[in-house]
């Protein structure tokens, strides 16, 4: 981006941050006219902005008008679009579907590589030609203008429900991330862990900890949150003496979480709020307990390799002093409390809450830690805000973009029930096995793919066979949700490790290695969860989920140990096989 672009793309920004405040406080707007809108601001950032080359620049424009011209004229021909039902009149029309859905496939490659889009090109393939296809597999045949029209002239494709996720829920609480991010908030969580943490044992990392679990809970991404706090925690950790391969791994482990944690768990709790029908609130109170258990997991994994090395604490100079706690830590409890008010007291819904508490935090932007105002700073930090908001938006637009082909294509050809069948018959009726392979498919798929894609690919060919398995649904969500994640620490591809690893300068085997050991939880409290039923039921059984939370937590601190202490090797076993039999055996 060059200084002479720069205001362009603070404008453009702007205008995104706008458009999708005004949906939420204007009311009902038809979806034909909010969700190609949202397509289209996303258009310039997929597609330009990104752009390495001339050559990728000058396509990138190309793409570009011809995309606005496509969700312009369905914008505008949105009543009468209405009346066809999904089927496309004439070659005009048949022409431009195709263009949009080609254009969503590159938005996507531009944004985050070949994967995805080359499921969701694989998926229209299959819509095409799948009547070839012998036995059970191929499918009865699909007119190619109802099949395209489907897709992009009527809300079961590209204008979908998951896309209305991505334009009334995600979007908000991605600017929301943003302004928290433009201002001092990021220090507060840093200092508040600072203050919490860093005089005990293992100290600098049990910072990370926690300053990862505040931060995660906003950013919802594991890479940006490795990026951000790890630029901090890395260099304190290792400047300490922490082996680099340790730093890296707590790092990303801590990262990794916070896509789990509440209040905001990413963009995946707001699709799975779609996808099962349950209410945002009882989607965060449900995830807690689980969330508290992977960190408790990773905190006790820190203590046992404090039992291997000497971990110091944070010096007592580098700790942040009271004052400086009380004041930056307000720059995220203030939003924080007015977005939690709104949803359990004012009773309002999950995006206007976020929009009353993402107006707090932009006045928030005009002051810093000594509560001084200097107009020239806050007008770079509105700008950044708008930089960062206007490009985050666009990138999960477009990931949900794509993955909304690839879930209308499973509904026109009945192929997510043939996969759901497969699943149960190759799991011979069996839960356990089922849930096995369902994890499987998690780590493949997400290795290339981004959590939410992964998770909404997978729930929608996998979690109809686990309900029918008998699993309730926000069971059979949560735990493909949680298991979409296993990517960020799990070779051979783990994001979250490569960048921690990279930023240590360590082999980022060696950092693999210690983080799937200090982030145990991400593959046992998922499977907790289905033998511990209760342990997501904290808003309608308080006290049986905390027992079980206790249970699992036992559990879990005896595998911790066992994986990680320096202790014999018959005393390691048997405390992984106490842990297990706590967890799985007679669960609550």
Known sequence: MSATTRPFWIALGAVSIAFHLWLIFSGLVPNLVSRPIHMALALPWAL??????????????????IGLIGCGWIVANHQTLGDQYGFLMGNGQIVLAAALLLIVLEMARRAIGWPLPTVAAI?????????????????????????????????????????????????????????????EAGQGFMNVAGAAAGRLKGGAAKVSVVSSALFGSISGSASANV????????????????????????????????????????????????????????????AILPAVLYFLAVWVGINAFAMRYDLPGVPKEDRPN?????ITSAFFLVPFTILLWGMFGGGYTPQYAACLALLAGAALLLLDADLTVDLPRSKQRFADVCLNAGRQVAMIGSIILCASIVIGVLGLTGLGVKITSLLISGSGGMLWPALL??????????????????????????????????????????????????????????GAVFIAAGMVEENWLKVAGTAMALGIGLYIVPLAMIANSTLI??????????IAGLKVAVGLTAISYGLIAPRPVWQRIGMVALGGALIFAAGV
């Open 227 to 286: 990026a951000s706090t790890g630029a901090i925690t890395l260099p304190a950790m290792t400047k300490l003496g922490y082996p680099k391969r340790l730093a890296a791994a707590v790092e990303a482990v801590a990262s990794s979480g916070g896509q789990i944690m509440p209040p905001l768990m990413g963009a995946g709790a707001f699709v799975m709020v779609e996808l099962t029908g349950k209410p945002y609130v009882d989607i965060m109170v449900a």
């Open 123 to 183: 998926a229209l393939l299959y819509a095409l030609f799948g009547q070839y296809i012998p036995g059970e597999f191929g499918h009865a045949g699909l007119p190619v203008e109802s099949m395209l029209g489907t897709l992009t002239i009527a809300e079961g494709g590209l204008w979908g429900s998951l896309t209305g996720v991505s334009v009334n829920i995600v979007a908000i609480f991605v600017i929301f991330g943003a302004v928290l991010n433009g201002g």
């Open 437 to 494: 392979l369902t994890a499987l498919a998690c780590l493949i798929l997400g290795m290339e793919v981004p959590t939410t894609a992964a998770y909404v690919i997978c729930v929608s060919v996998a979690g109809p066979a686990l309900i029918e398995l008998g699993l309730e649904p926000l069971q059979a969500h949560l735990f493909v949700f949680w298991f979409a994640l296993l990517s960020t620490i799990t070779p051979p591809v783990c």
């Open 48 to 65: 330009i902005f990104v752009a390495k080359t001339p050559a990728q620049k000058i396509s990138g424009i190309i793409l570009t008008l």
């Open 322 to 326: 009271l004052r400086s706690v009380v």
């Open 537 to 546: 039921e904290l808003g309608s059984d308080p006290v049986w989920a905390i």
